[in-house]
Antibody, heavy 122, light 104 residues
């Protein structure tokens, strides 16, 4: 069965960076794009960006351009999201999420990681 | 960037009510819209994809409609398990701000 397992909670100081991992299993890793979505406490869902595990190409939401880097390791079927220059407003649960196969071009994320809480506090 | 606006932000309803949530896009997105349900402390759950297609395993009381810039999610008869927050999303990108369905 499809599983997306994320790394554990992190506490970081303002100005630091955080790197969250998402290990995929149960499907062909390179056949599906992976997205990152975050949710601040009591707030809505915010799309951060997408990575193509086949070639590592990325597209980031304009809000995070210059601060976010998404990478992948095909040998371990893992994607990573690194966010730098952290500030208190970055305190949130970060999710990886997967949708339909690339060739189906359908909207919607039907598999999500369990979420990783990142707390930014001095 | 395409903006997504949901209405209402909060909705109070009773079990058995018919509930409709609207999502408007700032420009046409054809049928590239998905709806999610999220309960407190839980991961979002996909309900509807491509504006009107029901995700496998989702009860048939949920339905979606619309295309272009205006979309609706309808729950035909609200059940106790349906009290949650609902989000729309366009093109696997921007989410709406959410609609919280509360018990009246």
């Amino acid at each position: 069965q499809v599983q997306l397992v994320q790394s554990g909670a992190e506490v970081k100081k303002p100005g630091a960076s955080v790197k969250v991992s998402c290990k995929a299993s149960g499907y062909t890793f390179t056949s599906y794009y992976m997205h990152w979505v975050r949710q601040a406490p009591g707030q809505g869902l915010e799309w951060m960006g997408i990575i193509n595990p086949s070639d590592g190409s990325t597209t980031y939401a304009q809000k995070f351009q210059g601060r976010v880097t998404m990478t992948r390791d095909t040998s371990t079927s893992t994607v990573y999201m690194e966010l730098s220059s952290l500030r208190s407003e970055d305190t949130a649960v970060y999710y990886c999420a997967r949708g339909a196969p690339k060739w189906e071009l359908l909207p919607g994320f039907n598999y999500w990681g369990q979420g990783t809480l990142v707390t930014v506090s001095s | 960037d395409i903006q997504m606006t949901q209405s209402p932000s909060t909705l109070s309803a009773s079990v058995g009510d018919r509930v409709t949530i609207t999502c408007r896009a700032s420009q046409s997105i054809s049928s590239w819209l998905a709806w999610y349900q999220q309960k407190p402390g839980k991961v979002p759950k996909l309900l509807i994809y491509k504006a009107s297609s029901l995700e496998s395993g989702v009860p048939s009381r949920f339905s979606g409609s619309g295309s272009g810039t205006e979309f609706t999610l309808t729950i035909s008869s609200l059940q106790p398990d349906d009290f949650a927050t609902y989000y729309c999303q366009q093109y696997n990108r921007t989410f709406g701000q959410g609609t919280k369905v509360e018990i009246k």
